[in-house]
C-alpha cells in the first residue's frame, strides 16, 4: 500500500522532529501521529493550518495534498519546521483604527509576537480575537500615555464588569474607564486623566463596546 505521508516522515527524521514533538504542538494524540505516519489517515480539518505553519509548509500547497485534490508533495527545499521556541509563541495582530458614525475599521500594518503562556495569563480568547494598536491623545494619562501599545480583547462586546473598554461613539474611537453602579443601576464613562469630566449612562445594560483592554505596553521616549 502506498503511503502518501512518507515524505512527512522524513522530513521529520531530517530535521529530529518526533512524533511526539508533533503531537504536543498540534495538541494531538501521540498515537494519530503514528497512524497518519503510517498511511493509515489524513490530518483532520482543524489541524491543517497548525500542522503547516509547525511544518513551515506552504498553507495551499499542503490543504490540497492533504485532502486529495492534489498529489503534489508540498515543497520541502529549504524548508525548517518551527523551532520548540517558536512553537511557543502567538502572533497578534498591530491594527490602526478609524471609524465612521455607521462603521469601524481595522487595518493591519504589522505584528506583535507574544509567548503563550502569557497570553493565557492576559485572556482565555483564541489570539485572533485580540488586536494591539497605539493609542492616541491624552485622556486617559497617567495610565495611558500617547503612543502606548493597548492590548483589546475584541470578543468583549457586552462589559460586565468594571475595566477599560474601547468604545466608538460618533465616528471616534477611543479608550475609557467603565465602572458600574450596581446599587444606582447607573455607570460612568471616566478618563482618567481630569481635564476631561465623567459621562453618566442611566442604562448600563445598553452599552456597547468593541472590545475590552487587557493589557497596556508603555512606551517611553
Known amino acids: 500500500m502506498n503511503n502518501k505521508w512518507t515524505w512527512l516522515k522524513e522530513y521529520m527524521q531530517k530535521n529530529n522532529i518526533s512524533q511526539g514533538d508533533v503531537a504536543d504542538a498540534l495538541k494531538w494524540q501521540k498515537t494519530r501521529v503514528s497512524e497518519l505516519l503510517c498511511g493509515k489517515r489524513d490530518f483532520p480539518v482543524n489541524k491543517v493550518f497548525p500542522a503547516a505553519r509547525f511544518f513551515n509548509l506552504d ?22 519546521p518551527l523551532s520548540r521556541a517558536q512553537r511557543c509563541m502567538v502572533s497578534i495582530d498591530i491594527v490602526e483604527t478609524s471609524a465612521t458614525a455607521k462603521q469601524t475599521r481595522f487595518q493591519t500594518i504589522g505584528q506583535q509576537t507574544i509567548n503563550e503562556e502569557i497570553f493565557k495569563m492576559l485572556t482565555a480568547s483564541a489570539p485572533d480575537s485580540v488586536k494591539a494598536m497605539f493609542s492616541r491623545g491624552d485622556s486617559m494619562q497617567p495610565t495611558i500615555s500617547d503612543g502606548d501599545l493597548i492590548w483589546v480583547d475584541m470578543s468583549i462586546n ?20 467603565l465602572q458600574m453602579d450596581n446599587f444606582n443601576r447607573t455607570a460612568s464613562i471616566i478618563s482618567d486623566n481630569p481635564l476631561y469630566p465623567p459621562i453618566t449612562i442611566n442604562k448600563p445594560d445598553k452599552i456597547s463596546t468593541l472590545g475590552k483592554v487587557i493589557s497596556v505596553t508603555k512606551v517611553y521616549r
Open 59 to 80: 498553507l495551499e500547497e499542503f490543504t490540497k495534498y492533504n485532502s486529495g485534490f492534489s498529489k503534489e508533495i508540498p515543497s520541502t527545499a529549504g524548508k525548517t
Open 158 to 177: 457586552t462589559p460586565t464588569v468594571d475595566g477599560l473598554y474601547l468604545f466608538a461613539i460618533r465616528g471616534e474611537i477611543f479608550v475609557k474607564r
